[in-house]
């Protein structure tokens, strides 16, 4: 979870660098984006309670791989992640039919390790939080401290995995927390990134390429304080 995060980041990262935010689709109004999963589904990290009715002695209590597998007596490994309960329940049952009379096993998951989102970039507590199937985008910035002075609200990127690859979306934040555009709830293992305000970056531009190398001339240096993304006239720029 932690690899794939730093991998989305960086994703993120190169987006912004090649200028190719804009290009990044708004959040739809959309249910089935909006809103949590309609059904739980099982992902690394939780722990499952394995129930044979008639076969107790292969009663088991696992916790999900991070290659999303199990391992179970008599059936071996067995892929749960991305699946519902039901669906790895009927899954067992056709694998125990052929080792056992009365095949009648349930899934029940007993922890949920996979509830997490990870929140970074312009937020002053970057990190892995904990997911209810409520928390919203704007409640999992709050987690993490709440955001810099130097954070672009309005352009909050949201990379949701999905089955084959992931969705990447740029939501308003801004006008989310007014109450005018939905804020989507999130689900296991989305990452949440504020970038830098367009502010921001000119000030880190300025800091990088300017103060760091123009020389320590006092009239010089205050051109720039005064006009920080202005030509300078270098004729102007003159002093003891």
Request: aromatic share 6%; glycine share 10%.
């Amino acid at each position: 979870m932690l690899e794939g995060s730093r991998l989305c980041l960086a994703l993120v990262v190169a987006l912004l660098a090649c200028g190719c935010m804009m290009h990044i689709p708004p959040l739809p109004d959309d249910p089935g984006v909006l809103a949590p999963q309609a059904e739980y589904r099982i992902g690394g990290g939780d722990t499952l309670s394995v129930k044979l009715f008639y076969t107790a002695e292969l009663n088991d209590e696992v916790t999900v791989r991070p290659d999303g597998r199990i391992s179970l007596q008599l059936v071996g490994d067995v892929p749960v992640a991305g699946r519902t309960p039901e669906e790895v329940s009927q899954d067992l049952r056709e694998r125990y039919a052929g080792h056992l009379t009365r095949p009648d096993v349930v899934v029940i998951v007993r922890g949920f390790g996979s509830q997490k989102a990870f929140v970074g970039g312009e937020v002053k507590s970057p990190s892995m939080i904990v997911i209810d199937g409520r928390t919203t985008l704007a409640d999992a910035v709050f987690q993490a401290g709440g955001t810099l002075d130097t954070a672009a609200l309005s352009s909050v990127i949201l990379i949701r995995h999905k089955e084959g690859g992931r969705d990447v979306y740029r939501v308003d934040l801004s006008d989310g927390l007014e109450g005018e555009d939905p804020v989507p709830v999130l689900r296991p293992y989305d990452v949440v990134y504020v970038p830098k305000s367009f502010i921001a970056q000119v000030g880190m531009y300025v800091d990088l390429y300017v103060n760091r190398i123009i020389p320590k001339n006092a009239a010089f240096t205050a051109f720039y304080q005064v006009n920080p993304v202005g030509n300078p006239d270098l004729g102007a720029a003159t002093g003891p």
